[in-house]
């Protein structure tokens, strides 16, 4: 008789099968463009196989943006514990490299700001946030402990602490992807996005009675570069070219690597 732990196995092994198939087709011919039966012929697993696990194309990538979700803050908690930091340096490094958008993976980026970070996709959008909050809070909630410990931050409660603080950076970062979606012009991007970065930095301080200036979350101009390239990326990927060339690589995890500069958290 098989075991549980068996059919789990060969559930996940077909889910990613269905997920990875599913995502390389959604980089090559487009979200919209991809039909169910592509997506089945390219897996190898029946219509009613796909169904029990997913209502529809649209579930598919909802299951698609919350994994890489899971995926990007169990990275983020890696990088923080990789070397010695203050607990401000940790709450940077954790926050700003567990970003969607700052994958390394253009295709998922421009898969992310073309279809999840429409107006409409507000339901898909929470899911995410669900995900992330669940996957970060006990690592956010460590770090205000240290720094309550040490007098840094000040708090009457640290898990809801931590919450706000998740709230309030999701909802910052969220915004900042719908305006990177929205193909503003490059003036009227920096001037929506500089006071809202400021105001994010300030509100999260002074939850925490964190130092002044201790929360960067990021530097303003690597901020607006990389909304820069994200969007010419994103203008360059509606051309007809291949979809993996220049593929990021995969740590020891299976999560893409990306390519951040955390010296200024040192």
Request: with cysteine; aromatic share 8%.
């Amino acid at each position: 008789m098989r075991t549980s732990v068996d059919e789990n196995g060969m559930r996940a092994e077909k889910l990613n099968r269905v997920e990875d198939a599913a995502e390389k087709l959604f980089y090559e011919k487009g979200y919209a463009e991809t039909s169910v039966q592509d997506i089945l012929e390219a897996s190898g697993i029946s219509k009613s196989a796909f169904y029990k696990y997913y209502d529809g194309k649209h579930a598919l990538l909802q299951s698609i943006c919350t994994r890489y979700a899971a995926e990007l803050c169990f990275f983020a908690d890696a990088m923080v514990r990789q070397e010695e930091r203050t607990p401000s340096q940790q709450l940077n490094v954790l926050l700003s490299s567990s970003t969607l958008w700052q994958s390394g993976n253009m295709g998922f980026v421009s898969l992310l700001l073309g279809v999840a970070y429409q107006e409409e996709e507000g339901v898909m959008r929470l899911k995410m946030r669900e995900c992330q909050i669940r996957s970060m809070r006990d690592s956010v909630a460590r770090i205000i402990a240290e720094g309550v410990s040490k007098g840094l931050f000040y708090t009457i409660d640290i898990s809801v602490c931590a919450n706000m603080i998740l709230q309030m950076y999701l909802c910052f970062t969220e915004h900042i992807a719908l305006l990177m979606a929205s193909d503003l012009p490059e003036k009227e991007f920096e001037e929506r996005v500089i006071p809202e970065l400021l105001v994010t930095r300030e509100a999260i301080e002074r939850t925490l009675r964190a130092p002044m200036g201790s929360i960067v979350l990021f530097e303003t101009e690597n901020l607006l570069e990389l909304g820069r390239k994200i969007r010419e990326d994103r203008m360059k990927s509606r051309e007809p070219t291949g979809a993996f060339e220049g593929e990021e690589p995969v740590n020891e995890h299976g999560i893409v690597q990306m390519k951040m500069d955390f010296s200024q958290y040192v």
